[in-house]
């Protein structure tokens, strides 16, 4: 395997994920998958997440995934079932009311 070819995919991947959270987490509050879901993020008062809170939650799906998954198994013994990332950010996610339901 071409070693340039390699870094170059590497970048390439590095930089859709990049775009993806800049774009989605960031800019959009949620991601495609959520909106597909149906699915919003919210913060503790109901209301859509600030700036800041939605850059918060962006690292902190970082953090939890690079721990391993730790931060999204922490859900699963979280009284509230929310994850690091929803701790950090003070948000959560819940059912967007002006979504259209999937049958």
């Known amino acids: 395997v071409n070693q340039r ?3 170059g995919l590497g970048l390439a991947v590095l930089s859709l994920i990049a775009f993806y959270f800049f774009a989605y ?13 149906g699915l919003c993020v919210r913060d ?3 209301r859509p997440p600030q700036a800041g809170q939605r850059l918060v939650r962006a690292v902190g799906v970082l ?3 690079a721990a391993l998954g730790l931060g999204y198994l922490w859900a699963l013994a979280d009284e509230e079932g929310l994850t690091w990332h929803d701790r950090m950010s003070k948000t959560f996610i819940t059912r967007d009311p ?6």
């Open 5 to 7: 070819a390699a870094a």
């Open 98 to 103: 002006n979504a259209r339901r999937r049958a």
């Open 63 to 65: 953090l939890s995934a």
């Open 25 to 37: 987490v960031f800019y959009g509050s949620e991601t495609p998958g959520l909106q597909w879901m």
């Open 44 to 46: 503790y008062e109901g």
